[in-house]
């Protein structure tokens, strides 16, 4: 997997909830969650999986809301020397 730093800008951490339906009740929905990093706004992993899911799986794919954070960096903090030291 590519670090923060070497990955390319379109590049996002994108979530997917799949809507799908059991085989063995079509009547209720199963949801799953799938994520990955993936280039926006076309997504070809989440479409590779997809497109494995429709020829592979049985449950037949009912819906798909995708979501990605806008902004990949890495976390910010800072140490508080001055607290470490008090305790």
Do not use: C
């Not at 949801?31 to 706004?41: F, G, H, I, N």
């Not at 590779?48 to 979501?67: M, N, P, Q």
């Amino acid at each position: 997997m590519e670090t923060l730093e070497n990955t390319p800008q379109d590049y996002r951490l994108t979530t997917a909830e799949i809507l799908y339906k059991m085989p063995e009740y079509p009547n209720l929905l199963q949801s799953y969650l799938w994520q990955s990093l993936d280039r926006v706004p076309d997504f070809p992993k989440l479409n590779e999986f997809l497109g494995f899911w429709e020829a592979k799986l049985d449950g037949t794919l009912h819906s798909v809301r995708i979501g990605y954070v806008g902004i990949m960096q890495p976390a910010e903090w800072e140490v508080d020397d001055e607290a470490l030291a008090a305790n």
